[in-house]
């Protein structure tokens, strides 16, 4: 599938948004009024995965005040696959209060795919598969 | 496989993504993983795939926080 790709604009209600923590992108979906709807706080990747659960938070809680929040722009392609906003808000609220993280399998970003495609895609976790494969090339 | 032989497959594992100059060879059970070894979190995803690949275990509920240290991880492999 073409991708679409990352850029700093306005939020818009069933967006598609992340922010940079540490290594990694912290992923939710932006609902509207200020709230954002996550699988886990940003730093809950270093927690207990049993622990973590989707919330629906303030976007305070999403990132801190001087981060940038990056809005994903999908692609034609992605656009003709992707539910409504208005779906995609209503999905993501339907799974308040779940659990079942994990790092590998399902974490923020699977969440988020998930809610907008109705599959669980990590694109950070595809990246990082290919990265092992790579390391085990160069090691041979 | 006993926790010797886990341990020597491991450090093979460290020595492909913990590619940071630390000496693997001399890593013990008690060696801390981020202190001793410096990985840091995509280090440790990293680490976690590896894992996967090499022992065929099933890593879905790993954190961070799930490995201290390098008996942590033994101890992983073992229960799963």
């Known amino acids: ?140 | 496989m006993n926790r010797a032989g886990i341990l020597e497959k491991l450090k093979d594992i460290f020595k492909i993504v913990v590619n940071n100059g630390v000496d693997i060879a001399s890593v013990t059970e008690d060696a801390n993983i981020g202190l001793d070894l410096g990985v840091n979190s995509i280090g440790l995803l990293y680490m976690a795939i590896a894992i996967e690949k090499e022992f065929g275990v099933d890593m879905a509920d790993v954190a961070p926080s799930t490995f201290k240290t390098v008996a942590d991880v033994i101890d992983y492999i073992e229960k799963h």
């Open chain 1, 1 to 140: 599938m073409k991708k679409g790709e990352w850029q700093l604009i306005d939020l818009y209600p069933g967006a598609h948004i992340r922010v940079k923590v540490g290594n990694f992108y912290h992923h939710g979906i932006y609902i509207g009024d200020g709230e954002v709807v996550q699988f886990g706080l940003p730093f809950d990747m270093y927690t207990d995965a049993k622990d973590v659960k989707v919330l629906r938070s303030p976007i305070s809680d999403f990132c801190k005040p001087d981060d940038f929040i990056e809005v994903y722009v999908y692609s034609r392609k992605e656009l003709k696959q992707k539910f409504k906003d208005e779906v995609i808000i209503a999905n993501a609220l339907s799974h308040v209060g779940e659990g079942g993280y994990s790092i590998i399998k399902n974490n923020c970003e699977h969440f988020a795919n998930f809610c907008i495609f109705g599959k669980k895609m990590s694109g950070q976790i595809d990246g990082a598969y290919k990265d092992v494969e790579e390391m085990y090339k160069k090691e041979k």
